[in-house]
């Protein structure tokens, strides 16, 4: 397993910016794919952006144009730009990360977007 660690939340005004790190204990090539789920208050846990050692991404639709992930192999980290936030942007952002072994979960950041 790797250890996650996030930073980069916060509050911030609907319209603005923020950015998600998400710092591995492992060098970032050994993890097939990283990225970033989020949990909004009465709601399930759903997929925001993914960021695969093929180089490729995925974003969920209410994000897509609006969120990049980027991966930063010399660091070993993950960043999720989040520009033109939105008041549903608000949840708990939680880092992840797959290897061989069972998937790897940091403990979670707040963003809340104020309208």
């Known amino acids: 397993q790797v250890q996650l660690v996030e930073s980069g939340g916060g509050l911030v005004q609907a319209g603005g910016s923020l950015r998600l790190s998400c710092a591995a204990s492992?060098?970032?090539?050994?993890?097939?794919?990283i990225g970033w789920y989020r949990q909004a208050p009465g709601k399930q846990r759903e997929l925001v952006a993914s960021a695969w050692n093929s180089g490729s991404t995925t974003y969920a639709g209410s994000v897509k144009g609006r969120f990049t992930i980027s991966r930063d192999n010399a660091k070993n980290t993950v960043y999720l730009q989040m520009n033109s936030l939105k008041p549903e942007d608000t949840a708990v952002y939680y880092c992840y990360a797959d290897t061989v072994g069972p998937r790897s979960w940091g403990q979670g950041t707040q963003v809340t977007v104020s309208s």
């Open positions: 492992r060098s970032t090539f050994v993890i097939n794919a």
